[in-house]
């Protein structure tokens, strides 16, 4: 476990000036607009955290960081889960940042008085259980979900297709959402919403915990079997 921690310590210290600080910016200025607009605004920006470790794929490439990896007494599986872990605990960070932003931008109230019609929107999902703490769950789920996709392909074609892993994971996506639709009706969103429906209503924080539990599981099992493709492509 110590040798994943300082590995994930050296993927955030590369990337510190490279995507971190650009990305608080970016992060503040659409936080501010989310302010005004909505609170559920405030956290959208979450959905592009976990992108800002991709450059590190490009800096490995580049700099051929294999052969110092293979000097070292590091296991392919834990490079790899690192950069996942990365990903997963940067991604954390925003949510946890922007959700705090999302509540005090509650109390202040700005959008409550300059987007009234907004305001009874926020008003009536929140009367339906669509709170904050819930969207953000979601947000985080689709995260790790899309990032667990994107970094098994780029882990697969390497960093220099990655226009193509980004296209390879939408399509993905949208072809898992129409075969669903053509093979099965729909049947297996269906069931995924309903189990979560379930949860949702017996218990918040056991929906909480499955939700961020499988997020958690399925970044890991993405990590696991990048470890392999790993060990294949450097015999």
């Not at 700099?63 to 872990?85: C, H, Q």
């Not at 669509?130 to 979900?145: D, E, K, L, N, P």
Request: hydrophobic share 55%.
């Amino acid at each position: 476990m110590s040798e994943i921690l300082k590995l994930v310590k050296m993927d955030l210290i590369i990337i510190k000036n490279k995507s971190v600080l650009p990305f608080v910016f970016f992060m503040s200025v659409y936080m501010f607009l989310g302010y005004i607009i909505s609170p559920y605004a405030v956290i959208s920006p979450v959905l592009f955290a976990g992108f800002m470790i991709q450059p590190l794929f490009s800096i490995d490439e580049q700099n051929d960081m294999s052969r110092l990896y293979g000097s070292l007494p590091v296991s392919r599986r834990n490079r790899a889960i690192a950069r996942f872990m990365s990903a997963g605990l940067i991604t954390a960070i925003a949510l946890v940042i922007s959700m705090i932003a999302a509540f005090h931008s509650v109390e202040v109230g700005w959008f409550k008085e300059l987007n009234p019609e907004l305001y009874e929107s926020y008003c009536i999902m929140q009367l339906e259980g669509i709170t904050i703490g819930i969207v953000a769950c979601f947000i985080y789920a689709v995260v790790c979900f899309i990032l667990g996709i994107q970094y098994t392909l780029l882990y697969l074609f390497g960093a220099s297709k990655e226009a193509f892993t980004m296209i390879a994971t939408f399509l993905i996506i949208l072809g898992f959402i129409i075969a669903d639709g053509l093979l099965f009706d729909g049947k297996t969103m269906d069931i995924f919403s309903n189990v979560l429906s379930r949860l949702m209503i017996k218990s918040e924080m056991l929906f909480y915990i499955v939700l961020y539990g499988a997020s958690v599981g399925f970044l890991l099992i993405c990590a696991l079997i990048s470890g392999l493709i790993m060990k294949k492509r450097e015999i």
